[in-house]
């Protein structure tokens, strides 16, 4: 099994910026990708970035493309998200995930292990 626990969420202001982190435990030798999920209220959980495991291939979705990073620490079997020029549509619940399967992919069923979420409010 694999335990991942977000951190870094809050509420900042618009074109503002925030970095979240997620630390994973447990089997992380098994994993081969992780990723940052939002939802919104009332939404779809929708894909934000992935990276691979050894933090070599990186994407991102269409509306966070050029404001957000997604990086990887191998020392700390973590991954951040650097959230800058936020806007309050980017407001959501927050979560990590990752995978032991090798293909890429921007759906969340292709995403096994889960964290809790955390909360990021953008404000007007």
């Known amino acids: 099994q694999v335990q991942l626990v977000e951190s870094g969420g809050g509420l900042v202001q618009a074109g503002g910026s925030l970095r979240l982190s997620c630390a994973a435990s447990g089997r992380t030798f098994s994993l081969a990708k992780m990723g940052w999920f939002r939802q919104a209220p009332g939404k779809e959980r929708e894909f934000v970035a992935r990276?691979?495991?050894?933090?070599?291939?990186?994407s991102y979705g269409d509306s966070v493309t050029g404001r957000f990073t997604i990086s990887r620490d191998n020392a700390k079997n973590g991954v951040y998200l650097q959230m800058n020029s936020l806007k309050p549509e980017d407001t959501a619940v927050y979560y990590c995930?990752?995978?032991?399967?090798?293909?890429?992919?921007?759906?969340?069923?292709?995403?096994?292990?889960w964290g809790q979420g955390t909360q990021v409010t953008v404000s007007s």
């Open positions: 995930a990752a995978d032991s399967r090798v293909r890429m992919s921007t759906s969340a069923s292709a995403y096994g292990y």
């Open positions: 990276i691979s495991w050894s933090g070599t291939t990186t």
